[in-house]
């Protein structure tokens, strides 16, 4: 683990009143923190549900998180990765115009002059002062956002019912209560904005919009709601205000004008005369990463001590990803040992072997990637993610499956612990895992994630990202997850890619899906997508007819392979529209159709009897159907006997016997017509 250094700064404000209706502060104390050379800064709001900061400093000695703390090392990653790249955070982006924050009196018509076209007042509902703020606000042409830090009463807000034309919204107008919300929204034509949320709570209606503070939030998590956002600072430390302009400037979505704009209401110092604004436009501060390059090298350090030494997570990589050259490996389920499996001299030196999870034929199908293939794909994957030695990855899934596998790779290169979970997946146990272990990343396939919606589990605060793979990612999942704050990103990969070959943004749409950097893509005449590339496979080891294996090459001349998925492309982002051969996931495997009709024909079934369709199912991806024109009584034992020799994932689990099957004039069956 890399060293965490530690500054601790107070910001003094500028207005005797305090900083809201919460707090009568006007002395606010936070950390700017400095590990792998980015920074970030921690400043806890304890009146608004933030543990003290001694207490998170005492989490931060004993490895520990807490929201405020996850959020911290997302930024310090983010952060050392653009100052290793030389370049700002804000490089190609535009940080959006802020509305202007008033905690006290101010000039309305001067500030309309300016540029602002909304304004922020900090008042409850009971404000004697509120009505006359309203006039003169609504005056000057100005839209009015009050915040009321859950301070507020629905009496009072209903008289305030004549300003509604002049009010863009009430934040936290209320302490948070889905019933007492939507009673205010039904007496009243305001727009209602949810910030803060009670620990363990969730909100999925009853507001209009949603304010996202980058220092708390997690933008990714809110990509696929509806409701408009507001990012706005945690009115912390320069750098923490930069972060939360990155964060906004990141946003891929529409957004409403930004809370931004706080560094005025501050005692001046050297990084608050650092940070500056054209009226309602917060300027990226010069410099690398997010900025005060200078000011940040001039601090005194101090190295933050662990309080007791912590025990090294389990982590064991079934392979030497050191040494490239290493002995081959094969890499199969235990459980459903490969036969005829090849010899350890068959594999090539430097390779590791899997067995695809499409071998549901006789014949087994072994994909051959080299080390160096496999480490090329996991090296994009961590600049994807920015993975840094501060994360720790959950491993949910085995190693035999490139899934897995690609999972310890990357954890190699980036230097990050792995944890295990346990070989029986539950839902609840992984994530008390995460909360146990502060992972910050991890993978699973689509019906890992519907258990963990169907069960209503709550992200931890300590992810920042999971990659969903192995199957596609519904919407309607996707939406359910975000729901519940699991910071999920759509892939798209394949075991011949040594894994992933496009993945969603992180802090973009969780299901757009964008090629990786290491890989070339086009469409063929068919429609089909074929790839180029590093990582790409060696070729696939196969049993010849004279019982050697032999390996053979998949690539064309140029090195393109062409996949079975029929795709568009449109730039670098990918999308598909099926497949081109009877194959389907289930369970986060490839299972081909024509092989699971070919075991029912070994289990007695006459030719053109029946066909396999697929049918979508919410949790497995699909479920297979046997349509058969043979009675139930046929059906039912080519069906065991079909099942007894397929792997469980690919098994036949419904029957509709005495079907008549459609057929083309030449008697073959349309399989496109039986669903």
Do not use: M
């Given at each position: 683990m890399q060293p965490l250094w530690i500054h601790h700064y107070s910001l003094h404000l500028r207005s005797p009143a305090g900083p809201n209706r919460r707090s009568s502060r006007t002395s606010l104390e936070g950390i700017l923190l400095l590990?792998?050379?980015?920074?970030a800064c921690l400043q806890p709001w304890p009146e608004l549900g933030d543990a003290p900061l001694d207490e998170q400093l005492s989490l931060l000695r004993r490895g520990r998180s807490s929201p405020l703390i996850a959020r911290t090392f997302a930024c310090l990653s983010a952060d050392a990765a653009a100052r290793r790249a030389n370049h700002s955070l804000f490089l190609n982006l535009s940080i959006p115009k802020s509305h202007a924050t008033v905690t006290h009196d101010a000039d309305f018509p001067a500030l309309a002059a300016a540029g602002f076209s909304s304004v922020k007042l900090k008042a409850s509902s009971d404000d004697p002062?509120?009505?006359?703020?309203?006039?003169?606000?609504?005056?000057?042409?100005l839209s009015i956002r009050i915040d009321a830090n859950n301070t507020g009463t629905i009496p009072a807000w209903l008289a305030l019912a004549p300003w509604a034309h002049a009010i863009d919204f009430l934040e936290d107008p209320l302490p948070w209560d889905p019933a007492s919300w939507s009673q205010l929204k039904q007496l009243t034509a305001f727009r209602l904005a949810l910030d803060r949320l009670p620990d363990n709570s969730s909100a999925t209606s009853g507001f209009d919009v949603r304010v996202l503070k980058p220092a708390l939030d997690n933008p990714a998590a809110w990509t696929l709601r509806p409701e408009p956002v507001v990012f706005t600072s945690y009115m912390d430390h320069p750098v923490g205000q930069a972060w939360a302009a990155a964060e906004a400037a990141r946003w891929p979505l529409p957004q409403l004008d930004a809370g931004l704009l706080t560094h005025h209401l501050f005692e001046p110092d050297a990084f608050l005369e650092a940070i500056h604004s054209n009226g309602p436009q917060l300027l990226a501060p010069p410099g690398t990463g997010l900025g005060f390059d200078l000011l940040l090298a001039n601090l005194p350090w101090q190295r933050l001590e662990r309080s007791s030494p912590l025990p090294s997570p389990p982590s064991h990589s079934p392979t030497d990803f050191s040494n490239p050259d290493a002995p081959g490996i094969l890499l199969s389920n235990p459980r459903a040992p490969l036969n005829p499996a090849p010899p350890p001299n068959a594999i090539p030196h430097g390779h590791l072997a899997f067995a695809t999870s499409g071998s549901t034929s006789s014949t087994p199908s072994i994909v051959?990637?080299?080390r160096h293939a496999f480490l090329a794909n996991a090296a994009a994957v961590n600049a994807w993610l920015l993975a840094s030695p501060d994360d720790l990855w959950?491993?949910?899934?085995?190693?035999?499956?490139?899934?897995?596998m690609s999972i310890h790779a990357r954890a190699f290169l980036s230097k990050s612990p792995v944890v295990p979970m346990p070989a029986r997946w539950n839902p609840h146990d992984f994530t008390a895992l995460v909360s146990d272990s502060s992972a910050t990343l991890s993978s699973l396939v689509p019906a890992q994630l519907h258990d963990l919606t169907t069960e209503g589990c709550r992200a931890p605060s300590s992810l920042r990202a999971i990659l969903i793979g192995g199957g596609a990612l519904p919407p309607s999942l996707a939406a359910a997850a975000a729901n519940l704050g699991w910071p999920i990103l759509a892939t798209y990969g394949m075991t011949e890619a040594s894994s992933q070959i496009a993945t969603a943004k992180p802090a973009a749409h969780p299901c757009q899906l964008v090629l990786l950097p290491c890989w070339d893509a086009r469409i063929a005449p068919d429609g089909r997508l074929a790839i180029r590339g590093t990582p790409l496979l060696s070729g696939f080891l196969q049993l010849s007819p004279d019982g050697?294996?032999?390996l053979s090459s998949p690539l064309d001349p140029d090195g393109w392979f062409l996949t079975n998925d029929r795709a568009k492309l449109d730039g670098r982002s990918l999308s598909f529209s099926g497949r081109a051969d009877r194959t389907v996931k289930i369970l986060g495997e490839l299972v081909n159709l024509d092989a699971i009709e070919s075991a029912l024909a070994l289990a007695g079934m006459p030719p053109a009897a029946g066909a396999?369709?697929?049918s979508?199912?919410?949790?497995?991806?699909?479920s297979l159907i046997l349509f058969t024109e043979a009675s139930e009584t046929e059906a039912r034992a080519w069906t065991a006997a079909a099942n007894a020799a397929l792997p469980p994932f690919a098994a036949i689990l419904e029957i509709r016997a005495n079907s008549l099957l459609p057929r083309s004039p030449l008697g073959k069956i349309r399989h496109s017509l039986l669903l």
């Open positions: 590990r792998d050379g980015g920074f002062s509120l009505p006359d703020k309203l006039a003169r606000a609504s005056a000057a042409g051959c990637l080299s959950l491993c949910p899934l085995p190693s035999f499956h490139v899934g897995g050697s294996w032999q396999v369709i697929a979508p199912h919410p949790r497995r991806g699909a």
